[in-house]
T-cell receptor
């Protein structure tokens, strides 16, 4: 089955540690995205990538980093510089700019 | 700047009632795309519909229907004969058409819909 996988579903970290969230897709989509969702809020774009080895900052990129070494993979690192990292993180992909995005199941990150 | 407003934060209805979720958008682009997504309690967003700015035809898919009106910048979503399984948070979203090939979605705040048995 084609789709997007994110792991793990729940992640707990101590403050000051970097943590990497995984996102893999087998839909052969060119574009991939990372969003953050806080309780009762909509989604905010962190980073997006149109093609391998290229990515752009979204609206709230500070404290995050990404890489796009393979078409299928777009990992997100939450660094210690992110002031409020506790949130629900969603990865998505789409064929091209005009098409709908498909989302993974999300990773709920808790930093204490 | 682009903006999507979903004024209804929460809606609660009894099963089998019809319910309409409102979405109002702002954009200066002449070419844009509108979307609706459903987020059930599991958290994963499920794509429901995409509509481009040049197609104002209403769309019906089973119990779901969408009304797109450019004159009022609205893209409303109606569920007919609601069911408990329709309970979820629904997001309306708008995308720009011109950023280097990547689609940048702007989401509304979402409407939490609860269908009571």
């Amino acid at each position: 089955d084609g789709g997007i996988t994110q792991s793990p579903k729940y992640l707990f970290r101590k403050e000051g540690q970097n943590v990497t969230l995984s996102c893999e897709q087998n839909l052969n989509h060119d574009a991939m995205y990372w969003y953050r969702q806080d309780p009762g809020q909509g989604l905010r774009l962190i980073y997006y990538s149109q093609i391998v080895n290229d990515f752009q900052k979204g609206d709230i990129a500070e404290g995050y980093s990404v890489s796009r070494e393979k078409k299928e993979s777009f990992p997100l690192t939450v660094t210690s510089a992110q002031k409020n990292p506790t949130a629900f993180y969603l990865c998505a992909s789409s064929i091209t700019m005009t098409y709908e995005q498909y989302f993974g199941p999300g990773t709920r990150l808790t930093v204490t | 700047a682009q903006k999507v407003t979903q004024a209804q934060t929460e809606i609660s209805v009894v099963e089998k009632e019809d319910v309409t979720l409102d979405c109002v958008y702002e954009t200066r682009d002449t070419t844009y795309y509108l979307f609706w997504y459903k987020q059930p309690p599991s958290g994963e967003l499920v794509f429901l519909i995409r509509r481009n700015s040049f197609d104002e035809q209403n769309e019906i898919s089973g119990r779901y229907s969408w009304n797109f009106q450019k004159s009022t910048s609205s893209f409303n979503f109606t569920i007919t004969a609601s069911q408990v399984v329709d309970s979820a948070v629904y997001f309306c979203a708008l995308s720009e058409a011109g950023i280097q090939g990547a689609q940048k979605l702007v989401f509304g705040q979402g409407t939490r819909l609860t269908i009571n048995p």
